[in-house]
């Protein structure tokens, strides 16, 4: 997208939900070399990066309820990188992925989640066990109830649409039964897929955690919902939705499946926890919607954008929502696997800000391009049929601009 064109739509400013969720403003930075001294001896850097001369546009964009704040400037898309090597082979993201895994070349025949009858824990409740996925006790804990959700499935990045389907129907019930086993009514999903993201095993596996009370941020963004609703007498999440909307950013994902029509929305997050965050709001973990749409979110990221690494998690008030309040996945890239640097810096960490490195248009704009060629009936390249035949939704699933 030209940098015009960005520009205009951000200072497009949305509309009604836009001006009740986020805040935009726009900053004038100087350019490089505008200080006292500025240029003097003819410097290489400006010749290799004449884009950094002139002055900068910084768009800043600001979540009022949730206090997440990111930064924009498109001229830090040529930012060098002053790294030699890293990265996974060539050959895409799964194939790529193979270099990290302990069964390859020669290694043990099977790992410890293939193995999961023999290597994993039960919980006090048992399992819960599904066609493509599977429950386990987590060993190594962060409350009383910590579980794993297993793929049977070993390659993390080759998931398709059953196998994610069964990982989320499975977490639900696991939820349900830990609930009813004493442990609280606040459900955390998360997802580390690959050790940027800070998983300890290669095999696909999410964690599973209830409590009595909400871990810090999703405690926030419920205690958020609730000022949202009583100010406005709109829920928070679908105020964001709607505000992407508004952006022209979001995309509607709907299913005919299920005992009753559903639909979910799937956007580029405008304030993103870190690079090519993307949300999916959208009825709960077993809505036959959130599921296509948290795949085609997934999926989107892998074969279209070459991520090898990403975290993701789910944001759900209860482990049963009061009827019509969504629930809010969110999945972030933590970069190429075999980079050298951190994604994750001191900006980050201490400033409660990120930089924006992916503009966000133009990521909905390929986004929306793979909803229609996948989600709509239209043909599947080749690259992406193996992990989209078994998505077992059909015609039964449409993509569009808007809900």
Known sequence: MAPSAARARWAGGGGPAAARVLRVAREEAP???AGAGAGAGGQEWERRYPEARGRQAVWRVRDVVTGAEALFNEVRSGKPRGFRG???????????SAALDPLASGGPGRCDFCEWERMTAADSFGRVELPRAVTASNLFRLGAHHGLCLFKRHEPLGFDRADLGDVLEASQRWFEAARTAGGGDCPFFLWNCLPRAGASQFHGHAQLLL???????PRRLWEGDARHRRAYGVGYLADLAEAHGEFGVAHCVSSAGGAFPSSSRV?????PLQDMELNVVGPGLRDPSFQEALFQALRFLIDDCSVTSFGACVYSE???PTSGRPVLARVVSRGASGAQSSDFG???????????????????????EFLRATCAGG???PARAGNHQERGMGEDTDASQSC
């Open 318 to 320: 209860a482990v049963d």
């Open 86 to 96: 890293g990265g996974l082979p060539a050959g895409g993201a799964a194939s790529g």
């Open 31 to 33: 350019g490089a070399g």
């Open 379 to 381: 043909a599947v390249s």
């Open 267 to 271: 956007f580029p997050s405008l304030v």
């Open 211 to 217: 409590g009595r009370e909400h871990l810090p941020q």
């Open 346 to 368: 001191s900006l980050e960490v201490f400033g409660g800000a990120s930089v924006g490195k992916t503009d966000p248009f133009a990521l909905s704009d390929r986004l929306g």
